[in-house]
């Protein structure tokens, strides 16, 4: 039931990974309520001063953040329901539950892209991030972004302007709006898409929110576009959280000597993308999405190839190497990785988490190290192939 959920969300002094170890270990929310104290203590990483909050039974809380929700359209999600994103619950961190309003797009199907950047932001990046937020869309992306003052907002006008759906993952409950001034912009992305909180009703914005908030931005994400950013900027939390997560990271560079670049300069010096119009990311994913991407100037998404032109014969493909894990001293990660990968058919690090059970942060050392010494070989959109045989 929704009150167990939003119980355990809601014990203070518990870390979100405690909840997760609790959900691992006992099932549900509703089975940790019940549950004893000597049992609670048997979870992982699990101590007495935390197992003591579980001993606050008291439901009535929940009951009036349910009753809230009920009034105000918003719906809730679960790590364990259906609809829970994949590519979310494969991050580090997911949240246990999340609160919605509007309509929840298909994350796992789209190519979301998190637009994030400063506050801050001069008439060059709010006008940069109103012209990539537009273009995206209008290619068929999903624009993510966090409904902050300046580029957030820019950019989601910019894809709301092209007629396209929008996301912003906020740092507070879906009935409080920050900045005031987004009143309307907050019904006009709840009404042409959703609005996303980890936070319950009436949660006011905090700052530690936001760095938290980050991570399901770029989790929800196949990529982040940071448009502006000075040296230290919640929107390089943004793309710091990306790179952990796997995805790619773009940025829209700016004038050498203007502050409120350095952050997006300093981006790209270290390797990511340069981008000057929205095709310069989604092209990266043009083959992941082949019926949701178009090019500036194309009225559809190039047809799949069907019937007789599928049965053509393919030219002989050479031979893969031979070899033998451990012989070669491979890691129990990068064999299984290797085992779990096809040679043909390229796969997203996501559905290798989800196959072998490996952490994200151990799969993306591990291919890291297996592409270093060439077995394996990566395509555009963090996919992976083998590129050897293994000897079995």
């Not at 309307?184 to 980890?198: F, K, N, Q, R, T």
């Not at 010096?269 to 095709?279: E, Y």
Request: aromatic share 6%.
């Amino acid at each position: 039931m929704l009150k167990f959920w939003i119980w355990l969300s809601e014990l203070r002094g518990l870390q979100n990974q405690t909840r997760l170890a609790l959900l691992h270990h006992f099932g549900s929310p509703e089975a940790v309520f019940y549950a004893d104290r000597e049992e609670i203590l048997l979870t992982d990483g699990m101590t007495p001063e935390q197992a003591a909050r579980l001993d606050d039974h008291d439901l009535a809380g929940a009951q009036k953040i349910l009753g809230r929700c009920e009034e105000l359209g918003i719906s809730l999600l679960t790590i364990q329901d259906a609809a829970y994103p994949r590519r979310l619950l494969n991050i580090y961190d997911p949240p246990c539950l999340l609160y919605v309003r509007g309509r929840l797009p298909a994350f796992d199907e789209e190519a979301a892209v998190a637009v994030v950047g400063t506050r801050s932001c001069t008439p060059y990046g709010v006008a940069c991030a109103e012209k990539l937020g537009y273009g995206i869309a209008r290619c068929g992306g999903l624009v993510v972004s966090g409904l902050a003052a300046g580029i957030d907002s820019a950019a989601l006008r910019g894809a709301l302007r092209s007629d396209g759906r929008a996301v912003a993952v906020l740092g507070n409950g879906l009935d409080v709006v920050y900045p005031r001034e987004n009143q309307y912009l907050y019904e006009d992305v709840a009404a042409a898409g959703c609005l996303i909180s980890e936070y319950p009703p009436g949660t006011r914005p905090v700052g530690s929110h936001f760095p938290r908030r980050n991570r399901i931005l770029s989790g929800l994400s196949v990529a982040a576009l940071v448009v502006e950013a000075p040296e230290r900027s919640g929107a390089l939390i943004t793309a710091a959280a990306a790179l952990e997560q796997g995805r790619d990271v773009f940025a829209v560079p700016g004038p050498i000597d203007a502050p409120a670049s350095v952050g997006c300069n300093q981006l790209i010096r270290d390797g990511a993308g340069l981008v000057s119009d929205a095709w310069d990311i989604l092209r990266e994913y043009e083959g992941r999405f082949p019926e949701k991407l178009c090019a500036p100037g194309q009225t559809a998404p190039r047809p799949q190839v069907t019937g007789y032109q599928t049965e053509k014969a393919e030219p002989a493909r050479p031979v893969k190497p031979l070899v033998d894990p451990a012989a070669r001293g491979l890691t129990d990660d990068q064999t299984a990785l290797l085992r779990a990968m096809d040679e043909d058919v390229p796969m997203l690090v996501d559905d290798l988490i989800e196959q072998t059970g490996i952490p994200a942060r151990r799969v993306l050392s591990a291919l890291t190290l297996l592409e270093i010494e060439e077995l394996v070989t990566q395509h555009s959109g963090k996919r992976y192939t083998r590129a050897v045989t293994l000897r079995e």
